[in-house]
């Protein structure tokens, strides 16, 4: 098993910047395919970012620009580095893991997910 910790929400005023970070355990492949989703009350889980294999990134056409994902292979950790933060970007944000497969966007790729950090944006 896997086990991945956020950290790094909280309330940030709009238009300031947060830095997310997700810490998974294991061996180190299971760091080669990670993404971080995001869900908001009352809303579907959504994808946000993800970074994969030898260091493609994606993100979803809301936040690009403004999000960036990196990610330490040696630590096993990924982050999240949010600037020009909207109420909207107000939700619980989850890292997770994939061992396999090209889908980054979607939810199923991903074997092993974190229990979320809450960002909260103010208007």
């Known amino acids: 098993q896997v086990q991945l910790v956020e950290s790094g929400g909280g309330l940030v005023q709009a238009g300031g910047s947060l830095r997310l970070s997700c810490a998974a355990s294991g061996r180190t492949f299971t760091s080669s395919r990670m993404g971080w989703f995001r869900q908001a009350p009352g809303k579907e889980r959504e994808f946000v970012a993800a970074?994969?294999?030898?260091?493609?990134?994606y993100y979803a056409g809301s936040v690009k620009g403004r999000f960036t994902i990196s990610r330490d292979i040696a630590k096993n950790t990924v982050y999240l580095q949010m600037n020009s933060l909207k109420p909207e970007d107000t939700a619980v944000y989850y890292c997770a893991i994939a061992i396999s497969g090209t889908n980054y966007d979607t939810q199923t790729t991903y074997a092993y997910w974190g229990q979320g950090t809450q960002v909260t944006v103010s208007s």
């Open positions: 970074r994969w294999l030898l260091g493609d990134t």
